[in-house]
């Protein structure tokens, strides 16, 4: 079974400091990563994916990924309160069921403090 | 802009009744989803499509069917709801062979 973790958080950093969000996934083959920002009562929205190894900057974003460690990260720089949201890390691979298919962390909560 | 739609915010159905869950995308999309989210369970799978007339299961399809007749709507049916269905249903969509999913606003069913 293919596991996504999160740190479910609460992350409380304060305005115009950087904001460091964490995921690590269990699926040595997995392909393709992404993150979600989903607010109070609203749906995901895409705001970064990293196929590749390495830093990928979009923005204040930037997603970093560690494939031989397992590991994906998301870096929010001058954090702004309008950032306060969960984080969901989702990770695309094999499901093992003869599909592809992403898997989602359950999410980490950010508030950045005014 | 990609945009997904779905029939319901909020639903409020009986145990037992049969549910339909409607979800439309106009950017052509091959691909399309039903996620149900839960506090503390987080985003789980339900079933996904990759054309018309075409259903995979996901991680959790017990209680659920689906449907997709038309390229751009694909419906969740829960035949007999029962109160452990009581969830927010996401529906997603992406192109083929992209791995980027666009998500509906959600429906917020609960099932007394």
């Known amino acids: 079974q293919k596991e996504v973790e999160q740190n479910s958080g609460p992350l409380s950093v304060p305005e115009g400091a950087i904001a460091s969000l964490n995921c690590t996934y269990s699926?040595?083959?997995?392909?393709?990563f992404f993150w979600y920002r989903q607010y109070s009562g609203k749906s995901p929205e895409l705001i970064m994916f990293?196929?590749?190894?390495g830093d990928k900057e979009d923005g204040r974003f930037t997603a970093q990924l560690n494939k031989a460690s397992q590991y994906v990260s998301l870096l929010i720089r001058d954090s702004q309160p309008s950032d306060s949201a969960t984080y969901l890390c989702a990770v695309y691979g094999y499901s093992g069921a003869g599909s592809y298919q992403l898997t989602f962390g359950k999410g980490t909560k950010l508030s950045v403090i005014p | 802009d990609v945009k997904v739609t779905q029939s319901s915010r909020y639903l409020v159905k009986r145990t037992g009744e049969k549910v339909f869950l409607e979800c439309v995308q106009d950017m052509d999309h091959e691909n399309m989803f039903w996620y149900r989210q839960d506090p503390g369970l987080g985003l789980r799978l339900i079933y996904f499509?990759?054309?018309?007339?075409?259903?995979e299961k996901g991680d959790i399809p017990e209680g659920y069917s689906v449907s997709r007749e038309k390229k751009e709507r694909f419906s969740l049916i829960l035949e007999s709801a029962s109160t452990n269905q009581t969830s927010m249903y996401l529906c997603a969509s992406s192109l083929a062979g992209n791995y980027e999913q666009y998500f509906g606003p959600g429906t917020r069913l609960t099932v007394t």
């Open positions: 699926d040595r083959g997995s392909q393709s």
């Open positions: 990293i196929y590749s190894n």
């Open positions: 499509s990759y054309d018309v007339k075409m259903k």
